[in-house]
């Protein structure tokens, strides 16, 4: 019989809700159904159903096969990654000054090794949001506001951003962009490692 998960004080939150909640990002950030995922780990829908519901109490071969079937690191499971959002505001940030003329610059991201980057230019009007569905694993977006004002970033939190205000945040998970006045137009650059 393999290892199970211990429970916990019920003032925090149990290790099998920690792990449902895991499993159901994981698998809907891969785009996989129930069924496929507990094809590719070799274990019975009904017991992903359970694990994804926190009713069950996997084993840590269980889990380890899960990881494989949703190639993810096994720590995920129990140390989800947290969203790393960064905001610089206009005037804000490390400035190197040129010597012979009035020009400025202000790193905003540096890129990682490996890493490929798309840019694009952003035009959105007041009205309906631009609500994203998470990319692949790992994908980072930058928005740099250039006109106008919009709320950028995950869905559960977006910033209200103005001219010249930079916003990074992770784009594996939901994120959102609104225009909140006319004519707003923005720099989006979207890193994939």
Request: aromatic fraction near 4%.
């Amino acid at each position: 019989m393999g290892e199970h998960v211990a429970q916990q004080d019920s003032t925090t939150a149990t290790p099998q809700a920690v792990i449902a909640a895991a499993l159901r990002r994981e698998r809907t950030r891969a785009g996989l159904s129930l069924t496929e995922v507990a094809h590719r780990a070799g274990i019975a829908k009904s017991t992903l159903s359970q694990l994804e519901s926190g009713t069950g109490n996997p084993s840590l071969e269980t889990l380890w096969a899960l990881c494989v079937a949703l190639e993810m690191p096994f720590s995920r499971l129990l140390d989800p990654p947290r969203p790393n959002v960064q905001v610089i505001r206009a005037g804000e940030g490390p400035v190197v000054v040129a010597e012979r003329s009035d020009y400025r610059a202000t790193l905003l991201a540096a890129s990682p090794p490996n890493a490929r980057r798309d840019i694009f230019r952003i035009t959105a009007e007041p009205g309906h949001a631009r609500k994203s569905d998470p990319h692949i694993p790992g994908a980072v977006e930058h928005v740099l506001i250039a006109t106008g004002r919009a709320l950028v970033g995950l869905t559960d939190t977006p910033l209200d951003l103005s001219p010249g205000d930079y916003i990074s945040y992770p784009a594996d998970v939901p994120h959102v962009f609104e225009a909140l006045a006319p004519g707003t137009t923005a720099t989006l650059i979207v890193e994939y490692t």
